[in-house]
Nanobody, 123 residues
Framework: QVQLVESGGGLVQAGGSLRLSCAAS????????MGWYRQAPGKQRELVAR???????NYAESVKGRFTISRDNAKNTVHLVMNSLKPEDTAVYYC?????????????????WGQGTQVTVSS
């Protein structure tokens, strides 16, 4: 199993910044794609940004130029720096990783999710 612990959410005024972090632990064999999703009240969960093990990134159109995703492979962490925050960025943000474990072996990958961290942007 892989456990994900998120941190860094909170309340910020529009135009402000926040940095989310997610640390993965457990019986990790490899961490493939790592990313952040968000879910606002009454809406479906959506991709915010993700990064492959090789460092390739992709972003939702709504956050391009404002958010930056990065990862530290040595520490099994992924970060999301959010600048120029808008009220519409308000949501619960979830860390997601695609990983293989020592228990299941390198050929079986699964999705793992964090518990979510609230980001609230006031106008």
């Amino acid at each position: 199993q892989v456990q994900l612990v998120e941190s860094g959410g909170g309340l910020v005024q529009a135009g402000g910044s926040l940095r989310l972090s997610c640390a993965a632990s457990g019986n990790i064999f490899s961490l493939d794609t790592m990313g952040w999703y968000r879910q606002a009240p009454g809406k479906q969960r959506e991709l915010v940004a993700r990064i492959t093990s090789g460092g390739r990134t992709n972003y939702a159109e709504s956050v391009k130029g404002r958010f930056t995703i990065s990862r530290d492979n040595a520490k099994n962490t992924v970060h999301l720096v959010m600048n120029s925050l808008k009220p519409e960025d308000t949501a619960v943000y979830y860390c997601n990783v695609v990983a293989t474990t020592t228990l299941l072996g390198p050929s079986i990958s699964n999705d793992y999710w964090g518990q979510g961290t609230q980001v609230t942007v006031s106008s």
